[in-house]
């Protein structure tokens, strides 16, 4: 009888995994239609994105394009070290991060504003007209977004400038003075990516209890009472969470508005990681030293974004994993 339970003691430990095995097998098996729905996202991820990852090697290497990955001759921490005591490294620094400041306090907000003014519009028609206005610049290629901010602000034939001249006044050299350059970048990313930004927020909005609002209509709040404590607060993790990704992005500039935009006159204002990249990697073929600066970008970002989850859940939200 001893040895009888002690057998049966012995085998329940490992009927528990087969069981899980099994209930894994089953839900795969259930939802097989929803995962061969996901499975060109999968397919499209592995491809494009954990694949690639290998190349990041030749960031601790002296890349040859003839000797290959394998062949190329191994240099460790050394395109790192030449990149930091570059005396481009803090302008570029400067420039990188204060963009995306600017962008994180003027840009972040305007599409949460944005879509809190367009909740709150009941005629159905002149909703669906604002949102189709402020979604449409999104589809507009950076290189248009140029050309019209050209055409506007350029200094001899800007439109802007023609205006202030006929009321009386100079022209401002608009796109050549380099206290404007951040000011003109950010300008262009709320009128271009602003509407499209509430997407996610009016979708989060319209999960929201309607018996919430009535019953606060009924207690006498106003419609800015409502917004502020039911819809805000309904929307809070979204806005966490988007809040996140964007400091994990806190090291990447748009390379091509930059790019365009970009002139000699501003050149010390301008300058960023991604066009140094373009610069130095591509123009003269750095391959390792320009990966090094990429997989440094990265970093930076992972650091953040695993730093700013942490503080969230310390704080009590849900974070984003």
């Known amino acids: 009888m001893t040895m ?21 097998w089953q839900a795969l098996k259930r939802d097989r239609y929803l995962y061969l729905l996901g499975l060109p996202g999968i397919l499209c991820l592995i491809i494009f994105k954990y694949i ?42 400067r420039n990188t991060i204060a963009i995306n400041v600017m962008s994180l ?13 367009m909740n709150e519009v009941r005629n159905e028609l002149f909703k669906r007209t604002i949102q189709s206005i402020v979604y449409l610049p999104h589809f507009l290629s950076w290189v248009i977004i140029a050309g019209l901010t050209f055409t506007l602000f350029a ?10 001249i006929q009321l009386g006044y100079e ?26 930004g509430t997407v996610i927020f009016l979708a989060a909005m319209a999960n929201v209890d309607p018996q919430l609002y009535e019953a606060a209509r009924m207690d006498g709040a106003s419609r800015l009472r409502q917004m502020w404590n039911i819809t805000i607060p309904a929307i809070q993790n979204v806005i966490i969470i988007l809040l996140i990704l964007k400091l994990g992005h806190i090291m990447d500039v748009g390379f091509e508005q930059v790019f365009l935009l970009q002139n000699a006159a501003v050149s010390e204002v301008a300058d960023v990681f991604d066009t ?10 750095e391959f390792s030293y320009t990966t ?30």
């Not at 190329?72 to 990149?83: C, D, I, P, T, Y």
């Not at 022209?171 to 262009?188: D, I, S």
């Not at 140094?276 to 073929?285: A, F, K, L």
């Open 105 to 117: 306090v003027f840009f972040f907000p305007v599409p949460i504003i944005l879509s809190l003014m």
């Open 155 to 164: 200094t001899g034939e800007g439109l802007v400038n023609k205006i202030l």
């Open 171 to 196: 022209g401002v050299q608009w796109l050549t003075t380099p206290n404007y350059f951040w000011a003109f970048l950010t300008g262009q990313s709320v009128w271009k990516e602003a509407g499209w």
């Open 276 to 285: 140094y990249i373009y610069r130095v990697g591509i123009r003269q073929s």
């Open 52 to 93: 690639p990852m290998w190349g990041v090697l030749i960031a601790f290497q002296d890349y040859s394009p003839f000797k290959g990955l394998l062949g190329s001759e191994w240099v460790g921490l050394e395109n790192f070290r030449v990149f930091f005591e570059n005396p481009d490294f803090p302008m570029l620094l």
């Open 4 to 24: 009888m339970k002690e057998n049966l003691l012995a085998a329940k430990p490992l009927a528990k995994p087969r069981n899980k095995r099994r209930k894994k």
């Open 292 to 321: 090094a600066v990429g997989l440094f970008k990265a970093a930076i970002g992972l650091m953040l974004v695993i730093i700013s989850n942490k503080l969230v859940k310390k704080a009590g939200g849900e974070g984003f994993y």
